[in-house]
């Protein structure tokens, strides 16, 4: 098995185990979200568009768009 897969199932489960017994909450999950975003540079399609000057679709046709939440993300980490 990959060794990133591997470690992606471990973290997973890490975080499932820690927030059913209590010893995360809510606020963690948002900080893990936070942090992953972070790293991602994830931002939406409108903002990344205002950022970088380019056309909305050109965002949507050539970069990495990911749907969370029901909102399209650009991950733009290169």
Do not use: A, C, W
Request: net charge positive.
């Amino acid at each position: 098995m990959n060794k990133t897969i591997e470690n992606t199932n471990k973290l997973l489960n890490f975080v499932s185990k820690k927030f059913e017994s209590g010893e995360l909450n809510n606020e963690s999950l948002v900080q893990l979200i936070e942090l992953s975003g972070s790293y991602l540079n994830l931002r939406t399609i409108p903002k990344y568009q205002h950022d970088t000057g380019l056309s909305y679709n050109g965002v949507k046709k050539n970069r990495i768009i990911k749907v969370l939440f029901s909102v399209k993300f650009v991950i733009d980490n290169d």
